[in-house]
């Protein structure tokens, strides 16, 4: 196993960046074959699983469309899988008032690490916050001092008070997120938005700024409200981060402990999941992240042991359209192609 590969991203997660994985599905080269053979693009450049292939990783990786990923596309004769993988995304609701409430259970069932911020106990507290993965009552500027700054952080400002939501934008704009919205009129924003501008902030950082917040759906009550924010950080997100890997089974591998990654190459139907979507399995029943759940996933899982025995790649299909998946009670179904590959 090279575990300078699986480091590497490790490390790279841990900082809070992305970098972009690249998987061989199908494909040969002179009489070798090179089906799940990986590559990272990162920030500094190619890191590849076998160096021997650097030369070739440089042609497809120069050769490979850009755009949204996951990219699964032909290219120079090999079938290519091409994800964004970034660290778990980060939900950080700026304010723990009415509309904060449902956003963060929201926010955790899209599987965010949600954080609540508010300066007072009676809005910012575990029993009013029980699926935060962090509750801070502490004065706004304190508290944005020690939340992450990552491709993977979502902000999300609806204090109870424009020098409030103005104090948090200003910590947020200089540095590195995924998403920022802001609530308020269109009047009051744009007047904090010129106000800004004259005191030195581009127009291309407070174009950032999604503001009035969340989609146009016609929300009224706190809980539309927040499913129209929770709209629009899907939609801003859809093509930032498409693939994910669990940290703690990708630390047992930087480790070199053997396991088995299954990874969708495609989903047909309405599977569950999609394509970049992945579980690793040692074999002995430890599993890290998912592919759905339910009998394609079982099936991926009881193959672990004899995939990791073999070394041998392989492609499944698994079908949730069959009379199995109806017996399941299932009331709709599709197809995933799953890439299992042994990590030995």
Known sequence: MNRVFFRTLADILDAGGSADLLTILAGEREGRALTA???????????????????????????????DRPLSAEVLGVRLLAERLSARRQLII??????????????????????????????????????????????????????????GSYFVIITRGHADDRLCLERILPRRFAYCGMIGSRKKVAVVME??????????????????????????TPAEIAVCIAAEIIQVGSGLSAGSVSREGLERLARGEPMMLATIIEKRGSAPRGSGSKLLADGKGALYGTIGGGAAEAR??????????????????????????RQAGMVCGGTVEVLLDPIL
Request: hydrophobic share 40%.
């Open 37 to 67: 053979q990986k590559a990272l693009v990162t920030a500094d450049g190619l890191v590849p699983y076998d160096e021997g292939l650097r030369g070739l990783w440089e042609k497809l990786a120069a050769a490979l469309p850009g755009g």
């Open 94 to 151: 700026c304010g723990g008032g009415h509309i904060a409430k449902p956003l963060a259970e929201i926010g955790s069932l899209l599987d965010f690490d949600v954080t609540v911020i508010d300066d007072r106990e009676e809005f910012a507290n575990r029993e009013r916050f029980p699926r935060a993965g962090q509750v801070l009552c502490m004065p706004f500027a304190q508290a944005m001092e020690s939340v992450p700054y990552t491709d």
């Open 195 to 220: 106000q800004m501008e004259r005191e030195g902030y581009t127009r291309e950082q407070l174009a950032r700024v999604h503001s009035p917040i969340g989609l146009r759906i016609g929300a009224e």
């Open 300 to 325: 991926v899982v009881a193959s672990a042991p004899e995939v990791l025995a073999s070394g041998a790649p392989r492609v499944v299909l698994c079908d949730m359209t069959n009379s199995d998946a």
